[in-house]
């Protein structure tokens, strides 16, 4: 087993092309000398997890709740003002 480091950098070209680019993973570890286990190991930890998504999907969620209870509010708040305007123009004598 090797103990060999690598860069950052080298990590990310490695998993950009079995990402981005589709090759596999079998081709890009002997392509650049990696192990396949180390490989997917990379790829695996920059991939969000199905839990990550879920949380990022509610935090969007809460975000359009929240938008679309500001923007409810002023509706609500505009038609209040339509219906004092209707009433007092109503009852001005012509």
Known sequence: MSNQRYSPEFK???IRQVIDRGYAISEVAEN??????SLYKWVKACRPSPEHSK?????EAKKEILQLRSQLKRAEEERDILKKAARYFASQPE
């Open 12 to 14: 990310d070209e490695a």
């Open 32 to 37: 650049l000398g990696v192990s396949q286990h």
């Open 55 to 59: 949380d990022n999907e509610l935090i």
